[in-house]
């Protein structure tokens, strides 16, 4: 079928708005990559903005760039064999409209982790759309296609792209912001759970297509709960907010949605990895309850209220008072607990170095306490320490229990492995 560079081009064109799409293998490695090139009448700056966009972003969650090649006017992207728009026709089909909610809530939560690692890298996507997302060959949702849409509407003055995934505010003509990004997020998540768009116009009568509906000042869109009863309401009222016309609610509704959505404490996963009780801890019996109280508290605050800031302050108050270092090597699975959580925390934050310092000292307290060996090697991950990560990782991986947990940790060592591979 022809070849690109030292690719062989294995299917394609696909076809989009903006280029096409070609599916290729190198021809010594035997990886998989996607070769995306632009349409001759879209200029070349389209495509290098999207490099330079993209080149930053570091998450599982995020279609990965490898090489920008300007002669070509085209990218080197990461394979990614399904659609998000293809996978919800046919599960959709298959559950009658109604996936399982911890099914909806794990892809929801991985697009969101996407999209928000895209704004803590200083990117504005523009045109989230479930076209613009796709699973890898980990199985994760990723993001991908960054800025074409805008680039166009700005250079232009003419709206580009899918109107009917757009904020209201930029179908009247206003640049892409995180606020859009997330009133295109809470389109998705009410298809996703709902089993069709929240402003589609199914009266026979109405002439108006999904776009009109955003735009108009008294169309509003059957609640959630409405169509689900089994959605927590929280959840549902949260993505209801997300298709506000105001942009202001949004940001607020989308700190409360990813607390809402992030995988609970649910009975296997809560539970602390199991080891041999220690017989020299250093903390008595009414400290280590003080200690468990405090995590319990903190965990409130952050998975139900999403609270980051007063879940670390009850951890650094409950802390204050003990020597870390005096407790080295004591094994004392609480105090581990509060280190990991705080790891965590700060992860979901975006601030790396401080989530990895976390997790060492609950590392050092317990050296195989599997959360805290999860959170560092997710924060290295991050900060591109892949070596150090994969050690991480795959020790996580020996000593967890938990198969969600296991899961989890599979599935980023895979991404370890991937990054490993594209850099040797």
Request: charged share 25%; aromatic share 8%.
């Amino acid at each position: 079928m022809g070849s690109f560079r030292e690719y062989e081009i294995i299917s394609g064109p696909s076809s989009g708005t903006y280029g096409e799409v070609f599916v290729c293998q190198h021809t010594t490695l035997g990886v998989k990559r996607a070769v995306k090139r632009l349409h001759g009448f879209v200029r070349p700056e389209v495509i290098r903005d999207e490099a330079l966009k993209q080149k930053d972003v570091a998450s599982p969650y995020v279609m990965q760039l490898y090489d920008y090649f300007e002669s070509e006017n085209a990218l080197l992207l990461e394979y990614c064999p399904i659609g998000l728009d293809e996978f919800l026709r046919d599960r959709l089909s298959q559950t009658k409209g109604r996936i399982p909610y911890r099914e909806a809530q794990e892809l929801l939560y991985g697009i969101l982790q996407g999209l928000n690692d895209a704004h803590n890298a200083g990117v504005i996507h523009g045109d989230v759309k479930p076209g613009n997302i796709r699973f890898g060959e980990d199985e994760l949702p990723k993001l991908g296609d960054f800025g074409a849409a805008a680039r166009i509407q700005e250079e232009t003055g003419l709206l580009r792209g899918s109107s009917s995934w757009m904020a209201p505010e930029v179908l009247r003509g206003q640049g892409a912001t995180r606020e859009a990004d997330y009133f295109s997020f809470g389109l998705i998540a009410y298809l996703v759970l709902g089993g069709r768009h929240p402003f589609y116009a199914d009266d026979a009568t109405c002439l108006c297509r999904e776009d009109d509906n955003i735009c108009s000042s008294t169309y509003q869109p059957p609640h959630i709960s409405d169509i689900r009863a089994d959605v927590p309401p929280m959840v549902a009222d949260l993505i209801m907010e997300l298709l506000s016309r105001a942009p202001g609610d949004r940001e607020r509704a989308e700190v409360s949605l990813k607390a809402a959505l992030a995988p609970g404490p649910d009975a296997a996963s809560a539970a602390p990895e199991q080891s041999s009780p220690s017989q020299d801890t250093k903390t008595d019996l009414d400290v280590e309850g003080g200690l468990q109280c405090s995590y319990n508290e903190a965990r409130r605050l952050f998975f139900v209220e999403y609270r980051p800031i007063h879940a670390l302050q009850i951890i650094s108050n409950s802390l204050k008072d003990l020597n870390l270092a005096e407790n080295a090597g004591s094994r004392s699975e609480v105090l581990a607990d509060l280190c990991s959580l705080a790891g965590f925390i700060e992860n979901s934050r975006g601030q790396f170095s401080e989530a990895m310092e976390h997790a060492s000292d609950g590392l050092n307290i317990h050296p195989e306490h599997v959360a805290s060996l999860h959170t560092r090697g997710y924060a290295l991950l991050q900060l591109r320490r892949l070596a150090d990560a994969k050690v991480d990782l795959e020790r996580a991986l020996e000593l967890a229990v938990s198969p969600r947990r296991r899961e989890q940790i599979r599935k980023l060592l895979l991404t370890v492995r991937s990054r490993q591979q594209e850099s040797s």
